[in-house]
Protein backbone atom coordinates (compact mmCIF):
# COMPACT_ATOMS: atom_id res chain seq x y z
CA UNK A 1 0.00 0.00 0.00
CA UNK A 2 1.54 3.51 -1.08
CA UNK A 3 2.06 6.02 1.72
CA UNK A 4 -0.40 8.05 2.88
CA UNK A 5 1.38 11.46 1.40
CA UNK A 6 1.46 9.30 -1.86
CA UNK A 7 -1.85 9.07 -1.46
CA UNK A 8 -2.98 12.69 -0.73
CA UNK A 9 0.22 14.95 -2.82
CA UNK A 10 0.81 18.41 -0.98
CA UNK A 11 -1.44 21.13 -2.83
CA UNK A 12 1.78 23.28 -4.69
CA UNK A 13 2.43 26.36 -2.75
CA UNK A 14 3.91 29.79 -3.36
CA UNK A 15 7.11 29.14 -1.88
CA UNK A 16 7.53 25.61 -4.40
CA UNK A 17 7.25 28.10 -7.44
CA UNK A 18 9.97 30.13 -6.39
CA UNK A 19 12.57 27.72 -5.07
CA UNK A 20 12.00 26.04 -8.79
CA UNK A 21 12.93 29.25 -9.92
CA UNK A 22 15.65 29.50 -7.21
CA UNK A 23 16.86 25.79 -8.81
CA UNK A 24 17.32 27.59 -12.16
CA UNK A 25 19.02 30.57 -11.45
CA UNK A 26 21.72 28.51 -9.83
CA UNK A 27 22.08 26.49 -12.95
CA UNK A 28 22.50 29.69 -14.96
CA UNK A 29 24.77 30.94 -12.31
CA UNK A 30 26.54 27.46 -12.71
CA UNK A 31 27.51 27.99 -16.43
CA UNK A 32 28.51 31.76 -16.15
CA UNK A 33 30.88 31.05 -13.46
CA UNK A 34 32.37 28.59 -15.53
CA UNK A 35 32.47 30.82 -18.24
CA UNK A 36 34.05 33.46 -16.01
CA UNK A 37 36.97 30.83 -15.11
CA UNK A 38 37.51 30.51 -19.12
CA UNK A 39 38.93 34.57 -18.30
CA UNK A 40 41.28 33.82 -16.18
CA UNK A 41 42.73 31.02 -18.57
CA UNK A 42 42.06 32.73 -22.22
CA UNK A 43 41.90 37.01 -21.75
CA UNK A 44 38.61 37.80 -23.19
CA UNK A 45 38.21 36.32 -26.36
CA UNK A 46 35.01 37.38 -28.26
CA UNK A 47 33.02 34.06 -28.01
CA UNK A 48 33.94 33.66 -23.59
CA UNK A 49 32.34 37.43 -23.83
CA UNK A 50 29.32 36.21 -26.18
CA UNK A 51 28.29 33.83 -23.40
CA UNK A 52 28.84 35.66 -20.62
CA UNK A 53 26.72 38.16 -21.72
CA UNK A 54 23.59 36.03 -23.20
CA UNK A 55 24.17 34.15 -19.96
CA UNK A 56 24.19 37.17 -17.85
CA UNK A 57 20.97 38.59 -19.92
CA UNK A 58 18.95 35.38 -19.73
CA UNK A 59 19.75 35.65 -15.22
CA UNK A 60 18.56 39.52 -15.98
CA UNK A 61 15.56 38.33 -17.42
CA UNK A 62 14.74 35.74 -15.03
CA UNK A 63 15.37 37.35 -11.92
CA UNK A 64 13.22 40.75 -12.93
CA UNK A 65 10.17 38.49 -13.29
CA UNK A 66 10.76 36.47 -10.06
CA UNK A 67 11.64 39.74 -8.10
CA UNK A 68 8.43 40.97 -9.43
CA UNK A 69 6.96 37.66 -7.64
CA UNK A 70 8.78 38.36 -4.26
CA UNK A 71 8.28 42.21 -4.14
CA UNK A 72 4.45 41.88 -5.81
CA UNK A 73 3.11 38.69 -5.51
CA UNK A 74 4.96 37.21 -1.70
CA UNK A 75 6.32 39.63 0.28
CA UNK A 76 2.90 42.39 0.95
CA UNK A 77 1.28 39.15 1.93
CA UNK A 78 3.69 38.15 4.30
CA UNK A 79 4.92 41.15 5.68
CA UNK A 80 2.05 41.22 9.22
CA UNK A 81 3.90 38.07 9.90
CA UNK A 82 7.38 39.55 9.85
CA UNK A 83 8.68 41.13 12.85
CA UNK A 84 11.59 43.36 12.87
CA UNK A 85 14.20 40.55 13.37
CA UNK A 86 13.64 38.92 9.92
CA UNK A 87 14.15 42.88 7.79
CA UNK A 88 11.75 41.87 4.89
CA UNK A 89 13.24 45.90 3.87
CA UNK A 90 16.76 44.36 3.84
CA UNK A 91 15.55 41.48 0.88
CA UNK A 92 14.08 44.17 -1.09
CA UNK A 93 16.98 46.13 -0.48
CA UNK A 94 19.24 43.14 -1.52
CA UNK A 95 17.16 43.02 -4.91
CA UNK A 96 17.95 46.70 -5.70
CA UNK A 97 21.70 46.05 -4.91
CA UNK A 98 21.77 43.08 -7.51
CA UNK A 99 19.99 45.30 -10.10
CA UNK A 100 22.94 47.75 -9.48
CA UNK A 101 25.67 45.56 -9.69
CA UNK A 102 24.08 43.96 -13.13
CA UNK A 103 24.04 46.93 -14.65
CA UNK A 104 27.73 47.54 -13.89
CA UNK A 105 29.17 44.14 -14.96
CA UNK A 106 27.39 44.86 -18.46
CA UNK A 107 29.52 48.12 -18.11
CA UNK A 108 32.49 45.75 -17.19
CA UNK A 109 31.73 43.52 -20.69
CA UNK A 110 31.78 46.78 -22.68
CA UNK A 111 34.69 47.63 -21.06
CA UNK A 112 36.47 44.07 -21.92
CA UNK A 113 35.27 44.40 -25.35
CA UNK A 114 36.29 48.10 -26.59
CA UNK A 115 40.39 46.24 -25.78
CA UNK A 116 40.12 42.48 -25.87
CA UNK A 117 44.19 42.30 -24.96
CA UNK A 118 43.35 44.15 -21.97
CA UNK A 119 44.30 41.30 -19.46
CA UNK A 120 43.67 43.53 -16.58
CA UNK A 121 39.87 44.62 -17.45
CA UNK A 122 39.19 40.54 -18.14
CA UNK A 123 40.47 39.47 -14.57
CA UNK A 124 38.20 42.71 -13.22
CA UNK A 125 35.63 41.20 -15.29
CA UNK A 126 36.20 38.00 -13.66
CA UNK A 127 36.41 38.72 -10.38
CA UNK A 128 33.48 41.25 -10.86
CA UNK A 129 31.04 38.67 -11.91
CA UNK A 130 32.05 36.03 -9.64
CA UNK A 131 31.56 38.71 -6.76
CA UNK A 132 28.20 38.90 -7.89
CA UNK A 133 27.44 35.13 -8.38
CA UNK A 134 28.24 34.63 -5.01
CA UNK A 135 25.87 37.18 -3.78
CA UNK A 136 22.80 35.87 -5.41
CA UNK A 137 23.69 32.07 -4.52
CA UNK A 138 24.25 34.18 -0.51
CA UNK A 139 20.40 35.68 -1.57
CA UNK A 140 18.85 33.21 -2.41
CA UNK A 141 20.05 30.82 0.55
CA UNK A 142 18.99 33.14 2.52
CA UNK A 143 15.28 33.14 1.16
CA UNK A 144 15.35 29.54 0.81
CA UNK A 145 16.40 28.61 4.91
CA UNK A 146 14.80 31.55 6.43
CA UNK A 147 12.21 33.73 4.77
CA UNK A 148 10.42 30.88 2.65
CA UNK A 149 10.33 29.21 5.96
CA UNK A 150 7.90 31.55 7.63
CA UNK A 151 5.82 32.15 4.84
CA UNK A 152 5.36 28.10 4.94
CA UNK A 153 4.96 28.28 8.26
CA UNK A 154 2.38 31.34 8.58
CA UNK A 155 0.44 31.59 5.59
CA UNK A 156 -3.44 30.40 5.62
CA UNK A 157 -4.64 28.70 2.42
CA UNK A 158 -6.62 31.44 1.72
CA UNK A 159 -3.49 33.67 1.47
CA UNK A 160 -1.49 31.12 -0.28
CA UNK A 161 -3.88 31.85 -3.07
CA UNK A 162 -4.39 35.27 -3.00
CA UNK A 163 -0.34 34.90 -3.30
CA UNK A 164 -0.78 32.78 -6.60
CA UNK A 165 -3.40 35.15 -7.88
CA UNK A 166 -0.46 38.06 -7.93
CA UNK A 167 2.16 35.30 -9.40
CA UNK A 168 -0.42 35.15 -12.16
CA UNK A 169 -1.41 38.16 -13.03
CA UNK A 170 2.70 38.76 -13.30
CA UNK A 171 2.97 35.61 -15.43
CA UNK A 172 0.18 37.17 -17.95
CA UNK A 173 1.83 40.79 -18.02
CA UNK A 174 5.38 39.13 -18.71
CA UNK A 175 4.03 37.24 -21.06
CA UNK A 176 1.68 39.77 -23.03
CA UNK A 177 4.98 42.16 -23.25
CA UNK A 178 7.27 39.18 -25.43
FE1 LIG B 1 14.73 37.61 -3.65
FE1 LIG C 1 14.06 34.60 -4.62
Redesign the pocket.
Known amino acids: MPPAAAQHPRPLRPTDVLKHEHRRLEERLGTLSAALELLGERGAENSVLDRIEETASHIDREMAV ?2 RK ?1 EEGLFPVLTPYLDRHLNLDG ?1 IA ?2 EDLRIMSGKFQTAIDECRADDADLFAAQMLRGYGLYIVHLVLE ?1 LLK ?1 DQILFLVAEHCLSAEEEAEVFRRFQSIDTSVSATV
Open positions: HHERDHHE
